[in-house]
């Protein structure tokens, strides 16, 4: 090879490894599912070396680009909030298909990656919408009447399971938590909604106090609709068999259980459709979730 073609060779290599996608870092997209229409939009941009290792004081640039329909291209403003971590603040003006082109320097290095996501217009029923899919395993509690209670008895229903225990020292916890349930069950009387395809179930995460007896009398002071309303208890290794497939942590000091305030929504299948975080949640997305009415 000639020195023309060896220097020629040299400067295309340099601009493959330069501009190219690097196999020593590791960048993940992750934005959300849903947006509003007019308000700007955040999406966390995570970079780390092959070792795993946050990298920072990169240089990020971002563009986007929807994958099958020609709207321009719409710069993304990046910042690094640490841990390896950068936010991308954007305002899309629809909802569809985008690829994302992540420009990043570190180190003398730059490197380009596409990550492609996908974001539909926020509305009552997907707002909450889950993207992991996610079962009803397989359990064996008692009900508030001592009847047992299995996986099975609660497939062919819409299922909205909470976790809460009676003796909670939290005003903002579990008494609202329960009072979901019951301002649900006064709106679907009024709206006169048929409730016998739904299934309300609150777990107690304090089944030693817990005892079908006072979930009984509970219920009965809480004025609940019974007909499809159950408070479950039982083995500690039942119920921890639901809190762990769902992501619910808890952990008891004394007479308090310090706990996760969720709201979980399943189809008649079992399946995991959507999820509610905290305890004071919109009435009204609960209600369109659960019956599909407005």
Request: glycine share 8%; aromatic share 6%.
């Amino acid at each position: 090879m000639n020195r023309i073609a060896f220097f020629i060779m040299s400067i295309l290599l340099v601009i493959i490894a330069g501009c190219g996608h690097s196999t020593d870092y590791n960048v993940k997209l992750s934005t959300p599912k849903t947006f509003t229409p007019g308000k700007t939009m955040a999406m966390q941009i995570k970079i780390e070396d092959k070792q795993g290792k946050p990298v920072k004081l990169a240089k990020l640039k971002a563009n986007l680009n929807m994958k099958n329909m020609d709207h321009g291209t719409i710069p993304v403003t990046v910042e690094e909030i640490g841990d390896g971590k950068y936010i991308g603040i954007v305002n899309l003006p629809m909802q569809g298909d985008w690829v994302a082109n992540i420009i990043v320097e570190h180190d003398g290095e730059k490197f380009e990656v596409e990550k492609e996501f996908t974001v539909e217009v926020k509305t009552a029923v997907n707002a909450h919408k889950v993207t992991t899919q996610t079962a009803l395993p397989d359990f064996k509690l008692i009900d508030e009447n001592g009847n047992t209670v299995t996986k099975q008895g609660l497939l062919g229903k819409t299922t909205v399971m909470t976790f809460t225990y009676l003796n909670c020292m939290d005003p903002n916890a579990c008494p609202i938590l329960l009072g979901n349930f019951n301002s649900l069950q006064q709106k679907i009387k009024t709206k006169g909604i048929n409730s016998d395809h739904l299934l309300l179930v609150s777990v107690s995460l304090d089944p030693e106090n817990d005892t079908p007896e006072v979930m009984k009398e509970h219920a009965q002071k809480m004025n609940f609709e019974r007909s499809y309303l159950k408070m479950l208890t039982g083995d500690m290794s039942e119920i921890k068999k639901l809190t762990n497939t769902l992501g619910v942590h808890f952990e008891k000091k004394g007479a308090e259980v310090l706990h996760d305030n969720k709201t979980f929504i399943f189809d008649s299948s079992g399946n995991l459709t959507h999820e509610f975080t905290g305890s004071n949640i919109d009435q009204e997305e609960l209600f369109q979730v659960v019956t599909g009415k407005e």
